[in-house]
């Protein structure tokens, strides 16, 4: 079973403010962990990647992996009204060459 | 660096009429893939070709055709449009497959079936 759950928000923050978005998972066969940012009228584009477990940090943002849980997250510190986009988690399994299993994607509003 | 490039944008067709949407991309990726994206429901494979001469069926494949043309270009048909397909649709691709490679996305044709 290739089940994502990822809750569709919408979340609204203040400026400045640290978000953290989620998604939990049924597969424990997901090995690959990706976020993907839209913006309105525009294709995903990949913002972290991870490999099982553990965190990954790029400037403003931190992917977390809890393989035990069945748990990701996304952290954005010092949020910006330029990261108000819909955020999709995805996944995949070792040799899985069938494209990704998306979230359903969580709206973030950063307010100014 | 365009990426992938999709066409058209936009397309209003009636039901019954068939239509292709064109993907190319140009970074030199092996694998092609065809989502489409409703609201509620997040992104979903329709197919997906792995490499060049070789496609799949995704998780929605049913009213659809794909043909990977040469390495650069995937396009998907519709034969006979139902409103039922009405949706935003992404092609994307990777260097291999989507497990060990990021998937780069196009912008979408936003389509919608009367």
């Known amino acids: 079973q290739k089940e994502v759950e990822q809750d569709p928000g919408p979340l609204s923050v203040p400026e400045g403010a640290i978000v953290s978005l989620n998604c939990t998972y049924s597969?424990?066969?997901?090995?690959?962990f990706m976020w993907y940012r839209q913006y309105s009228r525009k294709g995903p584009e990949l913002l972290m990647y991870?490999?099982?477990?553990g965190n990954k940090e790029d400037g403003r943002f931190t992917a977390q992996v809890d393989k035990s849980s069945k748990y990701i997250s996304l952290f954005i510190r010092d949020s910006q009204p330029s990261d108000s986009a819909t955020y999709l988690c995805a996944m995949n399994i070792q040799g899985g060459a069938d494209g990704l299993t998306f979230g359903k994607g969580t709206h973030l509003i950063i307010q100014p | 660096n365009a990426g992938v490039t999709q066409t058209p944008k936009f397309q209003v067709l009636k039901t019954g009429q068939s239509m292709t949407l064109q993907c190319a991309q140009d970074m030199n990726h092996n694998s092609m893939y065809w989502y489409r994206q409703d609201p509620g429901m997040g992104l979903r494979l329709i197919y997906y070709s792995a490499s060049e001469g070789t496609t799949d069926k995704g998780e929605v494949p049913n009213g659809y055709n794909v043909s990977r043309l040469n390495k650069r270009e995937f396009s998907l048909r519709l034969e006979s449009a139902a409103p039922s397909q009405t949706s935003v649709y992404f092609c994307?691709?990777?260097?291999?497959?989507?497990?060990?490679?990021?998937?780069?996305f196009g912008n979408g044709t936003r389509l919608t079936v009367t």
């Open positions: 597969n424990s066969a997901f090995q690959y």
């Open positions: 991870t490999y099982s477990s």
């Open positions: 994307a691709s990777s260097e291999q497959g989507a497990y060990n490679s990021p998937l780069h």
